[in-house]
């Protein structure tokens, strides 16, 4: 009869639903797509080095007439970093200053999160991971606009 009241614990302890953590790994979920945005506006591809973790998996929906679209076109942290180094050189693809940077967070979790960028090239999905304590980016699924 012992293992019943221990049987309940354990069961409670794997069905109980994950609890939010605080504001501060919500900031830091937060600060890491700001990061990687900001870091590819601003021609700062050190702020893809803090927030993006090396292992990167990102993949990417392109359309050119937002109707049809191809892909998933693949991306490593190298070709981020890279594209952080060069894409809007000179302001040439937009002001950083006005571009669009909307940063939703829906869940955060002890170790896992997941968030949503709203940018000028379109919406990101992400999830992160908590890692020796900083929130790193791990994925992205990314498209191009829609049609409106």
Known sequence: MRRLPLLAALLFA????????????????????????????????????????????????VSRDAKTYRGPMPMTYDQLHALAASWNKDNAQVDPATATKVVEVFDVQDATAIAKLTASWGTDYF??????????????????????
């Open 14 to 61: 794997f069905t109980s639903p994950a609890v939010a953590q605080g504001p501060d790994d919500h900031r830091g979920v937060r600060d890491a797509v700001l990061d990687y945005v900001e870091g590819i506006y601003q021609v700062q591809p050190e702020r893809i080095a803090r927030s993006v973790h090396p292992t990167l998996h990102k993949q990417g929906m």
């Open 127 to 148: 999830l992160l991971a908590k890692m020796d304590g900083k929130w790193m980016i791990m994925q992205v699924l990314w498209q191009t606009p829609m049609a409106e």
